[in-house]
């Protein structure tokens, strides 16, 4: 004897497996067709970081900190920028740092 029940109810799941795949596929495409197309403007940092040996000079940071990491991932100094121009010594044992003002990371080596 045949379960009308049981085959209605797989054919539904069947039918809402294919017509979900269908949407999956197919929305992609009707995005594109239907959506405006903006603009993403990318503001490039005007902050720079020159290193000779311990000396820092860092120029566009007003109102940043620089973060000073070792390469183990560990901050070992954080200074507050205080002016357009700025230029420092960096008190730090011989090794490799890592500098972070705002977006812009430099690696540097102390020797």
Request: glycine share 8%; charged share 25%; hydrophobic share 40%.
């Amino acid at each position: 004897m045949v379960n009308y029940k049981k085959c209605t109810e797989n054919m539904i799941k069947k039918f809402q497996i294919l017509a979900l795949a269908l949407f999956l596929t197919g929305a992609p495409m009707s995005l594109i067709a239907q959506g405006d197309h903006e603009e993403i403007e990318t503001e490039l940092s005007a902050v720079t970081l020159n290193v000779n040996g311990s000396k820092i000079h860092i120029t566009g940071a007003d109102g940043e900190t620089l973060e000073v990491y070792n390469l183990t991932g560990v901050k070992v100094a954080t200074i507050r920028i205080d002016s357009n121009d700025k230029s420092m010594t960096l008190n730090l044992q011989r090794g490799c740092y890592i500098l972070k003002v705002g977006k812009v990371v430099r690696k540097i080596s102390i020797r």
